[in-house]
């Protein structure tokens, strides 16, 4: 063998300590000014939140106009403390109409409105998705065909906040646009229709039903969103639905019918019922199933015999809910069921048994979402 | 290297010159390997700067209350996991997240697992259908909960991890499934933030979250209630300062460049339909998960089928490290010999047209700088000092081969915790700060080629034994401190 270390090696060794003393000094040094910048920064956006919010609450039309001018001369940064600020004060009671007028005006004022309305025009797709965004509260006023084109961007991020500022400025003007963007089909449906499901909705989507021309997979979508609304004006469309040719508008009415059987009038209940069960005997299971969640709702003793005998449904959707229909109508309908669990058809035995354990085990097991 | 020899002995000329080409080799190896390392972590830090950008924009609490969000089945595996599998059910259901079913696998447990689950949540066995029919061991009996209708758990025979999860697969109703490890925790919103990703890109087939190490953080009723990293343990520290690099540096920056071959077994969310198409998990490899992603993107391709798998940093879900010598190297011992075993199955995937950036880079870049690194690392470990000690070598060149290696290795580090601090910033301490950096710093001495060298010897295990469960022994979050252990 034969090593040995220079003089120059251990000069080498030498510097080489010293390189990676600095190397680590300069690393952590940069570590600790980026941190403590971190953490000014944190301090600063909660300071700027909160100045925004208590000019707000304050209606001081002077400090509204500082915290806007504060929050035109900054950049995304301050753009997105005002986003924050906004989803803190979402509920619809905190912006009675003054204090939202004196916002807005605050925002022209100080040129906050212009400046938003350009980035809705042009740059980033950060600047163009913040200003979508603050587009659907009452801070800043616009008009909702305006945000409407943002539901075909090129960013998915900015589609998704264009329909979620539509759903918030909650107008007919917005649901309209929330139609055209469904019409369209640029975003996936149920982006949508979540949006639309509201009782703000409900004229426009009614209106959208009755349009020449109207496709039956947007005639599916407008009743999912007049399901999910439930409101009772959806009632005579969907009894009208109901009754028509098209098994898969069918099966979205009787949604729409079973969500406001609850609220609707005496008359439209005795219209609803009988609907319904014309409905359970329907070729489309789905639609059998959703007649049954509407023939739930009604304690007649009559319903028994029909709901017994749909625990034999070939559809196991169809089973289960007859099967759990009955034991929510009391004593009379677990009679039933234990009756069925008893009988010769082993798959309605079957659902029957299962549905008997569960109420066994946990009686409200159905309040309980099981 | 390139050194002046001092041997007259010509019999070994040819051993000098094989040195010197070796550590030339090395030398380049090295830097190509360090470029590329950079540029992920370059990529990955401009993905992280758009990512944090948008996210004021993202409304992940409507698409965690939203009826109308994708439903999410989660397929909870378990083998023997009594102690945790109750508080983790809860922690999943208490997940901000409507609209998902939880369906908890016990895989022929020889303890108490299905009796803790049926004392805890009222179980009643029921008939259900299953949807698909990935192969896997008899199922005894299914049973749903009274208590919650979004608890169902399946009681089967003993089939190993992939078994157990294909089982899952063929029981969710679902059409996105997520398979989480039954002793991990979920941020509250990681499910909702993952099914943003398949909500906004309608083509994402695939997506994983961020695993983070739970060790020193406080645990209340499942869920992390304050987050800090260990007190007085190397190990533990040093592993999150490798996830996070491993993650916002690595995975981050494969999925940017729309390559990434991985999503964490602990968690991931499928789309369901291309889970089964694909055939579910292998119980092939030791390593499931990551065999998984690339036969997945195997069959897209190969089918002409959109194939968009991301990582997104944002969702959290916190595991716990292992904390002995013994099963940190069964740990890296296990992962190593799955990485081999996927590689080697797939083979046929490298630099085929067909199968585009995946099969000329990323397969490429795997082999050479993931899995044979170690193996070239320990030899250059060794040869190079001993080509010294015989005077082949140049002690000069071999001491600033190390130098640039720790400090490339130590500024990585480093600029990965200025990521975490500039994204996400879930250790605000000083300390928590102070003891990442202190790690960064020390764990090039030692503990990166111990690694090697497990790493290496796994290489040459790899298909020698196989166990299908992790190897880890669970002791139940001791390590994240419960909120009621912890004085008034």
């Not at chain 1, 909650?170 to 009782?199: K, M």
């Not at chain 2, 290489?459 to 001791?478: A, D, L, N, P």
Request: with cysteine.
């Amino acid at each position: 063998m034969n090593f040995h270390l220079t003089t120059g090696d251990a000069q080498l060794v030498v510097y080489l300590i010293v390189v990676l003393v600095v190397l680590s000094i300069a690393l952590i040094g940069a570590v600790i000014a980026f941190k403590i910048n971190r953490d000014n920064l944190e301090k600063k956006s909660a300071a700027m939140q909160v100045r925004i919010l208590d000019a707000w609450e304050s209606g001081d039309n002077v400090a509204m106009r500082a915290v806007a001018l504060e929050v035109l001369q900054g950049g995304v940064r301050e753009q997105s403390d005002l986003t924050s600020v906004c989803n803190r004060t979402a509920d619809a009671s905190w912006w009675t109409e003054e204090r939202s007028k004196a916002v807005q005006q605050s925002f022209i004022d100080a040129g906050l409105a212009d400046q938003l309305r350009r980035q809705l025009d042009g740059g980033s797709a950060i600047r163009r998705g913040l200003a979508v965004y603050i587009a659907g509260f009452p801070c800043w006023h616009v008009d909702p065909t305006l945000i409407e084109k943002f539901t075909q961007d090129s960013e998915p991020t900015v589609r998704l906040a264009a329909v979620a500022a539509l759903q918030r400025m909650a107008s007919r003007e917005s649901a309209d646009a929330l139609i055209l963007a469904l019409e369209q089909n640029h975003l996936p449906r149920a982006r949508i229709i979540e949006r639309l499901g509201h009782e703000w909705a409900v004229e426009a989507l009614l209106a959208a039903m009755d349009k020449p021309g109207q496709t039956w997979e947007v005639r599916c979508d407008l009743l999912r969103a007049l399901a999910y609304a439930g409101d009772v004006r959806a009632v005579p469309c969907a009894l009208t639905v109901a009754a028509g040719d098209n098994k898969f508008e069918r099966m979205q009415a009787m949604r729409v019918l079973a969500n406001t059987f609850a609220k609707a009038t005496p008359e439209q209940q005795e219209q609803i019922e009988a609907a319904a069960i014309k409905a359970t005997q329907d070729d489309h299971p789905n639609l059998r199933s959703t007649a049954i969640d509407v023939l739930r709702q009604i304690p007649h003793a009559m319903e028994f015999d029909r709901l017994e005998a749909l625990v034999a449904d070939a559809d196991w959707f169809v089973r289960r809910g007859a099967a759990r229909a009955l034991l929510a109508l009391g004593d009379e309908g677990r009679r039933r069921l234990e009756r069925v669990s008893a009988g010769s058809d082993k798959f309605a035995a079957q659902r029957a048994r299962e549905e008997l354990a569960m109420h066994a085990a946990f009686p409200n097991y159905q309040q309980a979402g099981a | 290297m390139m050194g002046t020899g001092v041997f007259d002995n010509n019999g070994l000329e040819w051993l000098q010159t094989l040195v010197i080409w070796y550590n030339r080799f090395l030398m380049y190896y090295l830097g190509v390997m360090l470029v590329l390392a950079l540029g992920l972590v370059i990529v990955g830090w401009l993905a992280v700067n758009h990512y944090v950008r948008m996210r004021p924009l993202r409304d992940y609490r409507h698409v965690g209350t939203s009826e109308l969000s994708m439903p999410v089945s989660i397929i909870v595996p378990g083998f023997n996991e009594a102690l945790n599998i109750a508080e983790s059910v809860r922690s999943l259901l208490a997940t901000q997240f409507s609209q998902l079913e939880v369906i908890v696998v016990n895989d022929g447990s020889t303890d108490e697992t299905l009796q803790v689950l049926k004392d805890a949540f009222k179980l009643v066995a029921i008939e259900r259908t299953p949807r698909s029919g990935l192969p896997t061991a008899k199922v005894r009996q299914v049973y749903a909960s009274p208590l919650d209708s979004r608890i169902v758990v399946i009681d089967k025979e003993n089939g190993g991890k992939a078994d157990a999860l294909n089982a899952g697969i063929n029981f969710s109703q679902y059409p996105l499934v997520s398979a989480i490890d039954a002793d991990t925790m979920l941020d509250p919103g990681a499910l909702a933030r993952l099914v943003w990703e398949f909500q906004s890109h309608t083509d994402t087939v695939a997506t994983g979250g961020i695993v983070r190490i739970a060790n020193g953080s406080t645990v209340k009723d499942g869920r992390l209630v304050s987050i800090a990293t260990p007190h007085r343990q190397f190990m533990a520290n040093v592993q999150i300062v490798e996830y996070l690099r491993a993650f916002l540096g690595g995975r981050l920056g494969w999925s940017r460049l729309g390559m990434l071959m991985i999503i964490s077994g602990a968690f991931g969310l499928f789309r369901r339909d291309v889970l089964v198409n694909a055939g579910g998990y292998s119980g092939e490899t030791i390593t499931e998960d990551a065999e998984l992603v690339l036969r997945i993107r195997k069959y897209q391709a190969d089918h002409d089928q959109p194939c968009r798998i991301t990582f997104f940093p944002d969702p959290i879900c916190w595991t716990e490290a292992p904390t002995t010598m013994k099963a940190l190297v069964r740990q890296r011992d296990r992962w190593q010999r799955g990485l081999g075993e996927t590689l080697i199955r797939h083979r046929g995937m490298l630099f085929r047209k067909k199968y585009g950036r995946i099969g000329w880079v990323a397969l490429p870049y795997f082999w050479l700088f993931e899995f044979l690194e170690p193996l070239i690392t320990v030899t250059g470990m060794i040869i190079t000092p001993l080509a010294i000690l015989f005077g082949f070598g140049s002690i000069p060149v071999y001491l600033l081969m190390l130098t640039f290696a720790f400090a490339y290795g130590y500024f990585i580090s480093m600029v990965i915790i200025l990521l975490e601090e500039r994204a996400f910033r879930r250790y605000p301490n000083w300390v928590d700060l102070r003891r990442m950096t202190v790690v960064a710093f020390f764990e090039n001495f030692g503990f990166r080629q111990w690694q090697a060298l497990v790493r290496m010897r796994a290489i040459f295990r790899i298909r020698s034994s196989r166990k299908q469960w992790g190897e880890q022994k669970r002791v139940g979050f001791t390590q994240a401190k419960r909120a009621e252990e912890l004085p008034a």
